[in-house]
């Protein structure tokens, strides 16, 4: 039966902890250059016709947006995934400093 596996910062512990079920390899604050092992345990657990919903770079990103060493770390995990079988799912990976003016 397929799984629902989480991973990332701040905001997948918060959609692991909504999904009745999910294995969540996710921890606060955390940055995309400090979640490759989060990333590890999550490729070795997902399997053909897993969704796996990632949430990365509310903490890494800066004015210019997210660096190309983070980029590539990303595509990286997310191919491996794939190859496995699984569904990718990006979160959003910044805020859109909307202030309500």
Partial sequence: MPKTLVVGDSVAVGIGGAIAGAQVFA?????????QSYFNRAIAAAGQGDTVIISA?????TASG???????????????????????????????????D
């Fill in 57 to 61: 770079g509310y903490n890494s990103t």
């Fill in 27 to 35: 921890q606060n604050n955390l940055r995309i250059e400090d979640m």
């Fill in 66 to 100: 997210l660096s190309q060493s983070d980029i590539t770390l990303l595509q990286t995990n997310i191919d491996q995934l794939v190859a496995k079988g699984a569904h990718v799912v990006i979160a959003p990976l910044r805020e859109t400093r909307m202030t309500g």
